[in-house]
Each structure stands twice: as structure tokens, then as C-alpha cells.
């Protein structure tokens, strides 16, 4: 085992929406346990999303998910928060790696050697698993917020800036989880203090 390189992939899932965490994955897979179909979480179905993550839970040498909440989002900034929830993630895993790669521009700071590779989740096998984790475990999150939050309609778009989601948002005003640094939420917040 000593000579085998543990590599860790990392990616993230919810970057883009006006509500909810955004959230990260670190996954160190078993050369000896391939899985089969993995692939950037973006280019499967929902239905693939879901049939792989138990998989790949069960067949990692070790896997850990990650947030960071709104509220860090809001003082941070997106591109710190979704480092910030990466770096939770690669820490959290019961096995430190040997490298972290991660999809995207930047890497985490964990003191552990990194590379971040563009279109890594396309790339890297592990990367891929790592975006398929954070993917359905974020959006297992939003069907527990649309519980709390019907109106929104979290439970189609996951909080994305779909035009429901934005119409939503000036009908029934700003949750607590809504992200109030993203435009479309500062304009409906302004919005609802004009009507009232």
C-alpha cells in the first residue's frame, strides 16, 4: 500500500444558486475497486447521479462532503466560501491523501501538495466522483430546505436563478437562506421594501 500515491479529488456543486450552501467533496478512490460510469456530474442524469453516489460511498478508500453556509458565502465571497467548504472536506476525510486535485482555477489551502486542472471532473476519475458526491448530497439538502421553504420551488430548480425561482423571490420576499450578496436577491429585497 506504501507505494501507491493516495490522490484525493475534489470538486464542488453549487456555485451558482441564490439559496442554499454551497458544497464540496473530497474523494480518494480504490484502484483495486473501479467504478464504472463515472463522469463530470453535469453530463449525467439525476437518476445516474443517484445510482452512482452509494457506490462510490461504498467502493472509496475514504469520501467526506463539505459546506459552507450562506452566511459565510455572504462575507466571504463565493469563489473563498466554495474553497473554504473544499479545504473542510479534504480535512474531514478519515485518510489524509498523499495530493489534492481539484477541478477548476484554484486549490484549497490544506498543506497537502495540490493541482487544480481545468475540466478535471471530464479528467480525473476521482475528481468525477467527487462532483457526483457533492452534487446529490447538495441536492438531497435543498429537498430538506423545500420542505421548510415551499414557496420557492427548491425542490425543481435547487435554488438555481431559474425565472420561477426569481418571481418566487418577489412574491414572497428573502429567506434566511437565500444569498443575499447575489444580485437577483439584493433586487428583490429592494423590491419588497418599495411595495411595502
Known amino acids: 500500500m506504501s ?113 487544480a486542472i481545468v475540466k478535471g471532473d471530464s479528467k480525473v476519475a476521482a475528481i468525477s466522483a467527487a462532483s457526483i458526491l457533492a452534487k446529490t448530497a447538495r441536492d438531497e439538502l435543498m429537498l430538506k430546505l423545500h420542505m421548510q421553504y415551499p414557496q420557492y420551488g427548491f425542490d425543481g430548480h435547487k435554488g438555481y436563478p431559474t425565472a420561477a425561482h426569481v418571481a418566487a423571490l418577489h412574491e414572497h420576499g428573502v429567506s434566511d437562506v437565500h444569498r443575499r450578496s447575489f444580485r437577483p436577491v439584493r433586487e428583490a429585497l429592494l423590491y419588497t421594501q418599495t411595495k411595502t
Open 3 to 115: 507505494d501507491i500515491l493516495l490522490i484525493c479529488g475534489v470538486d464542488e456543486a453549487g456555485r451558482g444558486p441564490l439559496a442554499g450552501p454551497v458544497s464540496a467533496a473530497a474523494v480518494i478512490l480504490d484502484p483495486a475497486r473501479p467504478i464504472a460510469g463515472l463522469a463530470d456530474s453535469k453530463k449525467l442524469s439525476e437518476k445516474q447521479r443517484d445510482l452512482l453516489a452509494p457506490i462510490i460511498r461504498e467502493r472509496a478508500l475514504a469520501w467526506a462532503v463539505a459546506y459552507a453556509e450562506v452566511e459565510e458565502i455572504d462575507t466571504l465571497n463565493i469563489l473563498q466560501a466554495t474553497l473554504l467548504a473544499m479545504r473542510r472536506a479534504v480535512l474531514a476525510l478519515p485518510i489524509q491523501p498523499q495530493q489534492v486535485l481539484v477541478d477548476g482555477l484554484y486549490c484549497p489551502q490544506t498543506g497537502i501538495p495540490s493541482e
